[in-house]
């Protein structure tokens, strides 16, 4: 489960993120964190819809290489 500290720095950032649900890439939900409580990550996606995600699933840096969440 990714921490307070880390969604606040990336909220605070505005940087686009990576949510990696299952091992489809198409699947994968990106936009920027705006907020959180203690199950669930609101995102904004491109198109200024919101979604609500569980913090449980994978967390990454859009910028960065998509990480399989098999991989860990």
């Not at 699947?27 to 995600?53: F, M, P, S």
Request: charged share 35%.
């Amino acid at each position: 489960m990714i921490s307070d500290e880390e969604l606040d720095a990336l909220r605070l950032s505005g940087e686009k993120v990576r949510v990696v649900r299952d091992e489809i890439q198409s699947n994968d939900v990106t936009g920027i964190v705006v907020a959180w409580d203690g199950e669930q990550v609101l995102i904004r996606r491109q198109n200024r819809r919101v979604v609500k995600l569980d913090r449980n699933y994978q967390y990454q840096l859009f910028s960065e290489p998509r990480k399989s969440p098999l991989e860990e």
